[in-house]
């Protein structure tokens, strides 16, 4: 019989970006830098697997403590559906300036070009600082519109801005085009992906 399970911390996983900010270190006391833009809380994604930091369990990876300890850790529906592959990233993101313009695949398209799951996620919106976000665009559109703006230049006549507040939550399926704007710090919670496919940058 396993040791009984208790409440598990994980080590988080801190990345600078080149739009990160301090506020990860000062708003929520990481040790992070002040270019810091993401802390992965929990994270079962390969290359970037959490590892447990509190207690007896302490240095386990979560791979290895789902492989001990299956549905007691992860819930029997969830480990008879994803085994001890972790389902969800949770991550907090500390935005100072516009992160890219940015799309997801679904599952399908992720599992036929990935091998991946797809990339649905749901924001709450932390803290903001006059902050935006985009998510999806402004008008209808078909295909042959949507080029014309992006190989000319002028993609953000079509995007949708709009003012954050905290408290503010948003969800973003896989397939809505969407960017994080400067002065946000927000909680994700997203499918176990890191497949993104950059769309615009602000010509950086």
């Known amino acids: 019989m396993e040791p009984t399970l208790y409440p598990l911390k994980f080590k ?3 990345k600078d970006k080149i739009w990160g900010g301090p506020k990860l270190r000062d708003a929520l006391g990481k040790n992070a830098s002040d270019k810091a833009g993401e802390s992965w809380e929990i994270s079962g994604v390969e290359g970037d697997i959490s590892v447990a930091e509190n207690g007896f369990l302490a240095g386990n990876s ?3 403590l789902a492989e001990i300890y299956m ?4 819930g029997d529906s969830i480990y008879e559906r994803f085994g001890v592959e972790f389902p969800l990233l949770i991550k907090f993101i500390d935005a100072a300036d516009f992160l890219s313009v940015q799309v997801h695949p679904d599952d399908a398209l992720a599992r036929e070009r990935h091998n991946s799951y797809g990339k649905t996620e749901m924001w709450y919106i932390v803290e903001s600082d ?3 976000l985009i998510a999806g665009f402004n008008q209808e559109l078909d295909r042959e519109q949507y080029l014309q703006h992006l190989i000319g230049g002028t993609l953000k006549e079509i995007l949708n801005f709009e003012a954050v507040a905290s408290g503010d939550i948003y969800f973003m399926p896989a397939g809505r085009v969407h960017a994080i704007g400067s002065g946000v710090l927000l909680a994700e919670i997203q499918q176990t992906s890191d497949v993104t496919y950059r769309i615009y940058d602000w010509d950086r």
């Open 12 to 14: 988080p996983i801190l």
């Open 62 to 64: 979560l791979q290895d």
């Open 71 to 74: 549905g007691d850790l992860l």
């Open 130 to 132: 006059k902050g935006q």
